[in-house]
């Protein structure tokens, strides 16, 4: 294990941002997916705390993220932060988004695709994609491009965090197949699991793209487990993933929002990581156990890449 930082399983998103903040104080950062009690929220009060200049916080329904922005302008003031109405199911409300973000800041210097839905029964996006995929990674891949000028702005150190899950072992990329089968042979934990696999392709994409740009892009597991009875099939299926892959699976211990944000945190601050552009953290540091390499090598990425600008039909090219 390549081991970078002093922070491991029991680190807090405050302990993160307590040692970098200096990489806060100042800077525009947009987060997708901040609702309250969840790790997108604890990234949005810990990065408060050390007075950044902007925090844009994007989700779907304002009353379910007016109770963050309440308690981050009651507790830090002085910190500006905003509302974007985002459903990242719509590529119609991603290009909404995206538009009024351009038009209210000059630079992104840090965007952290937090958002996901999880192991949805099956569906569609409006524009006809599997749900999770959709979503979870669809709605990043054109939000994350329409508003890559405002990170090029940014420029040296800007940072782009896509939050997977350990389920990425759960389902690998379906080029072929991505809607199932229109359901067909649908299982909720392989789509989620495809999705998240995305997340981290597109990471390595990205630091592919933007290498010359000296801006950083990861991916995470962030460690945050919901109730034993929705993820008692998707425990079954780790197990199995790890037994074919000559391993023993070992479910780490629960941890609380603070210590499950401090992973993204890691991704979005810590300069001992920009020797390892586009590589996938766990607790703090570059995991031990590598996604497969289906999930990491640069020719999935690309497939991946023009897959999704098929899917919201249009071109994204990065410039030298």
């Known amino acids: 294990m390549v081991k970078l930082t002093k922070f491991g399983f029991s680190s807090t998103g405050d302990e ?10 100042g800077k525009i950062i947009v987060i997708t997916g901040p609702s309250p009690g969840g790790i997108g929220a604890e990234t949005a009060i810990s990065l408060a705390k050390a007075s950044p200049a902007l925090l844009l916080l994007a989700g ?3 009353s379910k993220i007016s109770p963050l922005i309440q308690e981050i302008q009651s507790k830090y003031p002085a910190v500006a932060t905003k509302f974007i109405k985002l459903d990242l199911g719509s590529q ?3 290009r909404s988004a995206a538009t009024e973000i351009n038009s209210s800041v000059e630079r992104i210097d840090i965007l952290i695709n937090n958002a ?12 006809g994609i599997e749900t999770q995929f959709g979503t979870n990674h669809i709605g990043h891949f054109l939000l994350t491009n329409l508003l890559m000028n405002k990170i090029l702005n940014a420029g040296l150190g800007a940072r782009i965090v896509n939050v997977s899950s350990s389920a990425h072992r759960s389902g690998e990329m379906r080029f072929n197949d991505w ?11 392989e789509a989620y699991g495809q999705s998240k696999t995305a997340n981290i392709l597109f990471s390595v994409a ?38 074919k892959a000559g391993r023993v699976f070992e479910r780490a211990p629960q941890k609380t929002t603070q210590q499950g944000c401090s992973t993204t945190l890691v991704a979005a ?40 600008e098929d899917l919201v039909g249009e071109k994204f090219s990065i410039k030298d």
């Open 16 to 25: 993160v941002v307590q040692t970098f903040p200096d990489r806060v104080k």
């Open 92 to 94: 119609a409300s991603v």
């Open 116 to 127: 996901a839905v999880m192991v949805c029964p099956y569906g569609k996006t409006e524009d």
């Open 179 to 189: 809607n199932f089968e229109d359901g067909k042979v649908y299982n909720e934990w």
């Open 206 to 243: 990205l630091a592919k793209k933007l290498k010359n740009k000296g801006i950083f892009s990861y991916s995470l597991h962030p460690g945050f487990y919901v109730t034993d009875s929705i993820l008692a099939d998707g425990l079954a299926r780790a197990v199995a993933a790890e037994a």
């Open 269 to 308: 601050l810590d300069p001992a990581l920009e020797g390892h552009n586009g590589t996938f953290l766990w607790d703090g540091d570059i995991a031990e156990n590598k996604p497969p390499e289906g999930a990491t090598n640069e020719e999935n990425a690309e497939r991946l890449w023009k897959l999704s």
């Open 60 to 62: 779907r329904a304002e």
